[in-house]
């Protein structure tokens, strides 16, 4: 009776779980907004990211929401919003030296794993719901979870090489690489797990509770990572608008040197320019106060 019980009331603890994360995205998203709204940056901090972030965020929110109405239509989304992450990751928090080549990387394989996606779909219309269907369904789902993982170390490399070139940087690469490891590192290793489960249970001796209390195991503990990531992320882009973006020595230089060429002023004796932060005219020796 109680096993009857569970089962019962399973569907809705899940639906609920679906809810719950819609409204806390929601929740993130004014958050960034009011802290964007109401912090005051200095000359060489940028809001870019977490504006960028916003959007990445409203996508994820719709991608959720119709998931819970639709279940798999519409996930769509979920990829667009990646892309833009991978959009405000290379032009706001990967060094000079990058060259889009981290950006086009990262869209590539979320191509590639909506692609995977498309594939699922196509043979779920093929197949119907016989164990062809699941088995191809899940190398599909594995293949695209394997895509995912090579997205993540894409990011956490590079993360850690912009950490490096500045140690202050470390202040929103860690939280962000933290986000980065649960949603695209531990999410896809165990995100297969039912899929394989189920095939094994119609092929041995597996029993119908085994499998189905794995897949709701995996369930709550892509939930919970998924919760944990999402608010990693959220931290480290909150503090990228405090720390200056100034990514490697050599990038420093070349801002410094432009800042000297720039004239501020002409020398009241023969007129030169005068290079800012200089304490004489270059040309006549003329001192200033």
Known sequence: MIHDITHDIMPLIITSIEVFK???????IIVVAVSIFNKELESSCSKGF?????????????????????????????????????????????????????????????????IFSIVEFILEFVFGSGMRYFITSTIVSILTNINYLFIGIVFLAMLAKTANENASLEIYTKPISNGMVLLFIIIPLIAPIPSIVYILWNLSDFSHSIHYWISQGVFFIESLLF?????????????TMSVPLIFSKKKKRKKNRRILRKPAKRCSKCDTPIPLGAGFCINCGKLFS
């Open 50 to 114: 977490a504006k960028l972030f916003i959007i990445f965020l409203s996508f994820l929110l719709f991608s959720k929401f119709f998931e819970i109405l639709f279940e798999w239509f519409i996930s769509w989304n979920i990829f667009i919003a990646f892309i833009i992450l991978s959009i405000a990751m290379e032009l706001y928090l990967i060094n000079e030296k990058s060259n889009w080549k981290f950006g086009v990387l990262a869209i590539i394989l979320l191509i590639g794993s909506f």
């Open 22 to 28: 819609v409204f806390l995205i929601l929740i993130l």
């Open 227 to 239: 919760i944990t990531g999402i608010i990693f992320l959220t931290v480290g882009a909150l503090k």
